[in-house]
């Protein structure tokens, strides 16, 4: 398994996108605050899967749009829409991260659905995936 280390997206040249180590470069020891390794990039995509396009004033094209097909049939085309939704958001907003489309998997419920999206970092080898539960609140209007 890689060593536990702070990674966060940086690319190093527009048309070269990875994930490197900060701690080198910001004299960042072992640390009860920080998130680490995998950790960081799970907080990185979660942060990212769960903001509705337009919640962030500073970057108003951040966020998730596959969020609103909530509202869209239980059916396996939608659970391929959301999968893909997520891989292209995340290689958007995350570059040095892949999402596994074959490995993700989106259960649907009645306006509900549950996302565990399965990825891989570039460069360092290693994969992890993330949960996103989302449902609509009954009570708001």
């Known amino acids: 398994m890689a060593s536990q280390q702070l990674y966060t997206a940086a690319p190093l040249t527009p048309r070269n996108p990875e994930l490197v180590d900060i701690n080198a470069f910001l004299g960042i020891g072992e640390s009860d605050i920080l998130a680490t390794g995998l950790a960081a990039v799970d907080g990185e995509i979660y942060n990212l899967l769960t ?13 998730a749009t596959f969020l609103t097909r909530v509202f869209d049939p239980t059916d396996r085309t939608t659970q391929a829409q959301i999968k893909f939704d997520v891989f292209l958001v995340v290689k958007r907003w995350i570059p040095g991260v892949i999402v596994d489309l074959d490995n993700s998997v989106v259960l649907m419920g ?3 659905f549950s996302l565990k999206a399965a990825y891989s970092v570039v460069g360092i080898g290693v994969s992890g995936s993330v949960q996103v539960d989302y449902a609509l609140n009954p009570y708001s209007n």
């Open 110 to 112: 009645l306006r509900s």
């Open 51 to 63: 903001t509705p396009i337009g919640a962030d004033e500073m970057e108003p094209e951040f966020g």
